[in-house]
């Protein structure tokens, strides 16, 4: 490993294997500051014009991609959110999705309530993924801090089953709308999904429809993201 450059908010390596080709790593803490946060984006800006190598970026991004990443008490800013995906979408970026539960950072709040927030991943360029096509991201647990470490295998773990998938972020694509079974698929799948009366049951269904959503579009219409940063 050759390290490039390194501050409080990174680390920014090239990875070097025996046999392969390198690729780089960069490990982020980006700054706790809202108002502050636009100087990590463009430092991430400034390392992709810097390399034309397969990239990986993993680390405490403090910043979510969708308000639905954070549950609880203080709701996300639109144009903080805004920030992190311009930056991502500059950068060439795809979310490699993970295992585990939903969110990296959990706090108590009053009452008895919790703030749940996915400010932890791991995102890469085309290339990366590409390269490694098994890569997955697990959320683990932490006995004494309010964030959960994480951990990247970009190869196959010994026993683990070939092909499983993690869960990936879900993203509605408008281009879905354009096939002619859209509408009664994703009907079909609304009723099976039987009635909603709490939150929880809501929830349920949404999460359930979702999965149903990826599974059709890349059926009906392949990786979109991945197809579309091909060209």
């Known amino acids: 490993m050759e390290i490039l ?24 803490y980006w700054e706790a500051q809202a108002c502050e946060r636009h100087k990590t984006w463009e430092m991430l800006k400034f390392i992709k014009s810097a390399t034309a190598l397969p990239w990986v970026c993993i680390g405490d991004f403090n910043e979510v991609s969708y308000r ?5 008490v203080q709701e996300r800013s639109h144009v903080q959110i805004a920030g992190f995906r311009e930056a991502v979408n500059v950068c060439g970026l795809n979310d490699l999705g993970y295992e585990g539960r939903s969110w990296t950072y959990e706090k108590k709040v009053v009452g008895g309530a919790y703030c749940r927030v996915r400010l932890d991943r791991a995102l890469a360029t085309t290339d990366w993924i590409n390269r490694f096509p098994e890569a997955t991201l697990c959320h683990l647990t932490a006995a004494a801090s309010d964030h959960s470490p994480i951990v990247l295998s970009w190869r196959r773990q010994q026993g683990r089953p070939k092909g ?62 991945v197809e579309a940063a091909k060209r």
């Open 5 to 28: 450059s390194y501050s409080q908010y990174h680390i920014d390596a090239i990875i070097t294997e025996v046999g392969r080709e390198p690729w780089r790593l960069t490990c982020v």
């Open 164 to 225: 499983k998938r993690s869960k990936g972020l879900f993203r509605y694509e408008l281009m879905w709308e354009s096939h002619d079974n859209f509408s009664s698929a994703l009907s079909q799948s609304w009723q099976e999904e039987g009635s909603a009366s709490t939150l929880q049951e809501l929830q349920r269904k949404l999460a359930a429809i979702s999965v149903m959503l990826n599974d059709w579009g890349m059926n009906t219409f392949g990786h979109v993201r």
């Open 68 to 72: 639905a990443e954070h549950v609880g």
